[in-house]
């Protein structure tokens, strides 16, 4: 069974940083497509970052230019190095898997909470 287990959530002041860390368990993380979201409270599932097989990759628009998504396969792993973190960078961030790029997002994790205040 392939589970998916994040980590790295906290509190942050605003303008500090944040590397949350995923791994994937039951199977190799090379043989998937990965990503990360995040709910806020009261608001819809936002997309955030996504990283290919290939290494290729993409961001939401909210956190381009402040995020970065990231590959380890020999760890099984994906991060997401938060930079400049803003008061609304505040929700559950959710790792997640696919097998094709054009298949749904049908892996997910439990959920590590990152909250921004001062």
């Known amino acids: 069974q392939v589970q998916l287990v994040e980590s790295g959530g906290g509190l942050v002041q605003p303008g500090g940083s944040l590397r949350l860390s995923c791994v994937l368990h039951?199977?190799?993380?090379?043989?998937?497509?990965m990503g990360w979201f995040r709910r806020a409270p009261g608001k819809e599932r936002e997309f955030v970052a996504f990283?290919?097989?290939?290494?290729?990759?993409s961001y939401g628009g909210s956190v381009r230019g402040r995020f970065t998504i990231s590959r380890d396969n020999a760890k099984n792993s994906v991060y997401l190095q938060m930079n400049s973190l803003k008061f609304e960078d505040t929700a559950t961030y959710y790792c997640?898997?696919?097998?094709?790029?054009?298949?749904?997002?049908?892996?997910w994790g439990q959920g590590t909470q990152v909250t921004v205040s001062s």
């Open positions: 990283i290919g097989r290939d290494s290729t990759f």
């Open positions: 039951g199977n190799s993380s090379a043989n998937y497509n």
């Open positions: 997640a898997a696919k097998w094709d790029a054009y298949d749904s997002w049908n892996l």
